[in-house]
């Protein structure tokens, strides 16, 4: 890859909350499906759990593509230390939902870019605290069956219905909670050589 040459750019991720969320860069890039097995190790912390997925998930594409930058990213919501993480049906969606009613739960939204031939890591972690409403159980009913939120962590889509049971979000990346945490991952990407206005 030449100096002139600008690096290619892949997220490493088959999300499409991810997707829409880089394209605000106005960065051409290619999405490339990680498959990384997403399974906590024991006595892993939220926090180490969504650092490690990043890395994770950007090194096992940037193994397929070591000329490319590439960005990997996990979010783990952490309620008192225990990793919620997407429920996958209705039934896990209310549990997740009634703990969480009345708390302040912490989204660890981890970013990874990784360009393997210049030798180049780098992980940063956004922590986004949200504080929920005492949902009801008849609210947490109508929220989930207008939304649907079972591909979200912590089943609670902010950038649609969910924001509706929140009182509050304490954030210093606001698109973190949403999938990626963009002030970071703009960044990592000028370190990296992308060209960001």
């Known amino acids: 890859m030449s100096e002139s040459t600008p690096p290619h750019l892949i997220l490493a991720s088959t999300s499409p909350y991810r997707r829409d969320l880089l394209a605000r860069l106005r960065v051409p890039f ?3 499906s990680p498959e990384v097995d997403e399974t906590a190790l ?9 650092r490690r997925l990043s890395f994770c998930k950007a090194q096992a ?11 990997g990213s996990d979010q783990v919501a952490d309620l008192d230390g225990l990793a919620l993480g997407k429920p996958g049906n209705h039934a ?8 969480m ?4 739960v912490i989204f660890q939204t981890a970013v ?25 159980d008849a609210e947490i009913e109508r929220y989930l069956t207008a939304e649907t939120p079972y591909d ?7 950038e649609g219905l969910g924001i509706s049971l929140l009182d509050a979000i304490h954030s210093d990346d606001p698109t973190a909670l949403i999938g990626l945490p963009l002030i970071r991952t ?12």
Do not use: W
Request: glycine fraction near 6%; aromatic fraction near 2%; charged fraction near 25%.
């Open 152 to 158: 979200c962590a912590g089943s609670a889509k902010s």
């Open 101 to 104: 009613r009345g708390r302040t």
């Open 186 to 197: 703009a960044r990592m990407l000028r370190a990296a050589g992308i060209e960001l206005p």
């Open 92 to 99: 896990r969606a209310v549990e997740q939902l009634r703990r």
């Open 112 to 136: 990874s870019v990784l360009c393997l031939r210049a030798g180049m890591t780098q992980t940063d972690i956004a922590q986004v605290r949200v504080v929920f409403r005492d949902l009801s």
């Open 30 to 32: 290619a999405v490339v």
């Open 61 to 71: 594409v940037a193994e397929r593509h070591p000329d490319a930058v590439v960005i």
């Open 42 to 50: 024991h006595q892993e912390t939220p926090e180490q759990l969504a």
